[in-house]
Structure formats: structure tokens, C-alpha cells
């Protein structure tokens, strides 16, 4: 039973194109977060959601929009892609803040490639 | 701002060489440091922790200190498997509490172990 779980896993649109990535984690947490991974393997943060409530916003461009219906559930949606989207977005859930424990569960990563 | 400073990758072994991999960072506090690892195709996972200086994080027959008199928190394991090639990720966090407090990862190294 998959603890965090994105869909979809591979994603290949043209430039100016709206498109959504879901996320559902089962740990019963109540924090998630987006995270985008570029070609280099460099993991950066964009987003962080506690209980519904966004807490962390990382000077990403406001085509960019997180939305989170209730704590098990956290959406990327995502307007106009652009080239430079083109990167593995990934999800990640934790009890509590990051700072907490440290320790993120992450689903298997969101493929998404703008043509 | 805080920072994870990884040695540079790839890094290629053969199987049951001795392995170690750089991790130095910057931060105010005292932030506690952790490993991820990413295997092919997979989402980041925890693979050891330390939350205060001298502790030493091991799991799977990795290691790791916390050094604050060098800032650093260098992963080493005596005897590397195929198994082990991944992408290897250092990460801090800013804080122990605080709703706001995050991760923040180095840029990773691909480990490749050649049988």
C-alpha cells in the first residue's frame, strides 16, 4: 500500500499548456510539500502545507498554484508550462514541520517534460 | 542563509571498496543534518540522521558524525554493494519546532558500484 502516491507519473505537454499533478499520502500527516528535482538531480523546494494552511511559498512564480482540499491531499496545477518546467516534481508528507524530525516521506516523482 | 555543500559526482566504485562522500554546510543554530538516498526511479528516503553535534547517524552499514567544529557531516561505508548505487543527498533543517522550518538539501552525488 503506497504511502505517498502521485499521479500522474509521466507527463508530456506543449509550452502554454495548463496541466495538474495529484497527490494523496495515507500516514495520517499533516504536513506535505512539493518539491521540483531539474536535470542535474538538484531538489528544491516550492511548496509547504500544514493542515490545509500554506506555510511555505518559495518565490515561485505565481503559474504555480498548490491547492489542498484536506491534509491527506496535496495538487500541483500548473499554467502556461513553460521549458524550463520540464523537471520530476515530487511530493512528500511529514508529521509535523520538517524541522521536527527531518524526516519526509516522497512519492515516486511526476515526470513532466514541456515540449 | 543555511546551505549543503556536497562534493562533486559522479563517483564510480567497484563492489567492497570503501566509500565516502563529502558533506560540509553552513547554518545559524544548530541544524540537524541527515542523509537521503534516491535509488533508480524511486522518491527520496531517509537513510540516517544526527540532531546534535558528535552524534553519529549509521543505517544499512553507512555512517555519519556531526562535526560542528568542521561543519560537516560526511557519509562513509566500509564496504560498498551494487545495491548501493543511488543518488545520495545531505540535507539540513533550520529548526526543531516551528511550523515554517524546512529542509534543505546539498545537490546530490550519483554513486554508480561496478560488480
Known amino acids: 500500500d503506497t504511502a505517498v502516491s502521485q499521479t500522474p507519473k509521466y507527463l508530456v505537454t506543449q509550452m502554454g499548456n495548463d496541466k495538474s499533478i495529484k497527490c494523496e499520502q495515507n500516514?495520517?500527516?499533516?504536513?506535505m510539500y512539493w518539491y521540483k528535482q531539474d536535470s542535474k538531480k538538484f531538489l528544491k523546494i516550492m511548496f509547504s502545507?500544514?493542515?490545509?494552511?500554506?506555510?511555505i511559498n518559495e518565490t515561485v512564480p505565481n503559474r504555480f498554484s498548490p491547492k489542498s482540499p484536506d491534509k491527506a491531499h496535496l495538487n500541483l496545477h500548473i499554467n502556461s508550462l513553460e521549458l524550463g518546467d520540464s523537471a520530476v516534481y515530487f511530493c512528500?508528507?511529514?508529521?509535523?514541520?520538517?524541522?521536527?524530525?527531518?524526516?519526509?516521506?516522497f512519492g515516486e516523482g511526476s515526470r513532466l517534460t514541456v515540449l | 542563509g543555511n546551505s549543503v555543500t556536497q562534493m562533486e559526482g559522479p563517483v564510480t566504485l567497484s563492489e567492497e571498496a570503501f566509500l565516502t562522500i563529502n558533506c560540509t554546510y553552513t547554518?545559524?543554530?544548530?541544524?540537524?543534518l541527515f542523509w537521503y538516498v534516491q535509488y533508480p526511479g524511486e522518491g527520496l528516503q531517509l537513510l540516517l540522521k544526527?540532531?546534535?553535534?558528535?552524534d553519529k547517524g549509521s543505517n544499512k552499514g553507512f555512517e555519519a558524525t556531526y562535526r560542528k567544529e568542521t561543519t560537516s557531516f560526511h557519509l562513509e561505508k566500509g564496504s560498498v554493494q551494487v545495491s548501493d548505487s543511488a543518488v545520495y543527498f545531505c540535507?539540513?533543517?533550520?529548526?526543531?519546532?516551528?511550523?515554517?522550518?524546512?529542509?534543505?538539501f546539498g545537490k546530490g552525488i550519483t554513486l554508480s558500484v561496478r560488480p
Open positions: 512528500a508528507s511529514s508529521q509535523g514541520a520538517q524541522g521536527g524530525t527531518g524526516e519526509l516521506f
Open positions: 500516514l495520517g500527516h499533516d504536513t
Open positions: 502545507y500544514n493542515n490545509k494552511e500554506l506555510i
Open positions: 547554518a545559524t543554530g544548530y541544524p540537524s
Open positions: 544526527a540532531t546534535k553535534a558528535d
Open positions: 540535507a539540513l533543517s533550520e529548526s526543531h519546532t516551528g511550523a515554517n522550518s524546512k529542509l534543505t
